[in-house]
């Protein structure tokens, strides 16, 4: 037994690599072993082969690889002759059909996205309300019946410009290229619909196209993918400036449902009138709360105090002024009584004169008996007058008394 054993794995040694296809039904990976287990199993025939890998292999591959993938493997059979099993190791995992489609999508998709063309800033704004919706989708298509249908429920007024367009097959791409180009060259045009309902990998490839990628990103219009379902994602979606999951949801996205507007326009209206209201209240309830102020009340109260304390204070003042000038006057009339008694004036009146002795036109009053000596020309100034006359003699008095209230001299008149 273990001699045929050993035979059997060298001669299966000897066989060398060799390259199998078939799909996967199996697939074991667990975390932390350095070695995965797979069944291949023959889709014509009801066989199948274990095979193993490196991890790495499963996890590094273009496509994701699950049970049902359709693959190539390139590897070297050996034989366990503990348990008596062939087995396969494998070196290179390739998928093949629909598998290898989706690596070519994946590896022009890692080429779009490092060249930038997936980034966000690079979207442009999509209008609220569009004039009109460029629509490119296939003819009589159901896309094309969900995008209008639902739009137009949505808001009656809105207008398409439909370009029908293969959206499958070689000459999908020409089509939906010169389409695009037209509508993005309509300035009525201010956002464009790439539109087409659900299908297989196949049938959704010229969404995936490096040109029309390359013509979406190029485009000045705006542009949205509503390319298959939910689960499908063309990479006509990351390029576009919009994505929706459907066509229908690209008309909800696109076209604003004119009730709900409506609803929002009258909610908004009822809003602002109670705002105003309430602003208007608040402000009639201010204006009220200072109109019952004291000042605001009665604001002529302040002015009428104001007035009597003015008219209290000039009246004080008029008569302080007639105080002053009661005494100031009699404090005039008191000194112009003593003025007078002292005059010269007052003493004449009391039968005194005034003996000057006139010398030319010079005039000087006598104060002794030396200064009028016999024949001097005098003049007697009296109370009423003055009198001339001449000196005769003279006579001495015991006790003299001067007259110091006389003037020295007086002026000719």
């Not at 045929?4 to 000897?14: E, G, H």
């Not at 998709?109 to 966000?120: I, N, R, S």
């Not at 999908?172 to 539109?195: G, K, M, S």
């Not at 006057?329 to 005194?352: C, E, F, I, N, S």
Request: aromatic share 4%.
């Amino acid at each position: 037994m273990r001699t045929i054993a050993m035979k059997v794995a060298q001669w299966i040694d000897r066989l060398g690599s060799v390259w199998v296809e078939g799909q996967i039904t199996q697939i074991n990976l667990r975390p932390g072993t350095r070695t995965a287990f797979l069944v291949l199993r023959d889709t014509a025939a009801d066989m199948s082969l274990s095979i193993t890998c490196d991890p790495q292999l499963l996890r590094g591959s273009a496509v994701p690889l699950q049970e049902g993938s359709r693959v190539v493997v390139h590897g070297k059979l050996s034989y366990f002759t503990g348990r008596g099993t062939i087995s396969l190791r494998v070196t290179e995992i390739r998928p093949v059909g629909i598998g290898e489609l989706l690596a070519r999508i994946e590896r022009l998709k890692a080429l779009l996205a490092a060249e930038g063309l997936f980034d966000p800033r690079l979207k442009r704004p999509i209008p609220f309300l569009p004039r009109t919706i460029g629509l490119i989708t296939g003819r009589a298509s159901a896309a094309e019946h969900d995008v209008v249908t639902v739009a137009q429920q949505r808001w009656p007024a809105v207008r398409f410009d439909i370009r029908n367009t293969a959206v499958q097959g070689a000459s999908a791409v020409p089509q939906i290229l010169d389409a695009l180009a037209e509508l993005d060259d309509d300035p009525e045009v201010e956002v464009i619909v790439l539109a087409r309902g659900g299908g297989s990998v196949e049938d959704l490839l010229p969404f995936s196209d490096e040109t029309l990628c390359r013509a979406i990103v190029s485009a000045t219009t705006p542009i949205v993918s509503a390319i298959g379902h939910e689960p499908d994602n063309p990479l006509s979606d990351y390029v576009a400036d919009l994505r929706a999951a459907t066509p229908t949801d690209a008309a909800k996205r696109l076209v604003p449902d004119a009730a709900a507007e409506l609803a929002g326009v009258h909610d908004l209206r009822e809003r602002s009138a109670a705002a105003l209201r309430g602003w208007v209240e608040r402000e009639a309830r201010h204006v009220r709360q200072l109109r019952s102020r004291p000042v605001l009340a009665d604001p002529l109260r302040l002015l009428d105090q104001r007035r009597d304390e003015v008219e209290r204070l000039r009246t004080a003042a008029h008569r302080a002024v007639g105080h002053t000038l009661t005494a100031e006057a009699t404090t005039a009339r008191h000194l112009r009584d003593k003025l007078t008694a002292v005059g010269p004036a007052a003493t004449l009146a009391r039968g005194y004169a005034v003996v000057q002795r006139v010398t030319g036109s010079q005039r000087h009053v006598v104060r002794t008996v030396a200064d009028s000596p016999p024949g001097t020309q005098l003049r007697i100034r009296v109370a009423d007058g003055a009198v001339s006359a001449a000196a005769l003699g003279s006579q001495a008095l015991t006790n003299p008394i001067p007259d110091k209230s006389a003037p020295d001299h007086e002026e000719t008149q």
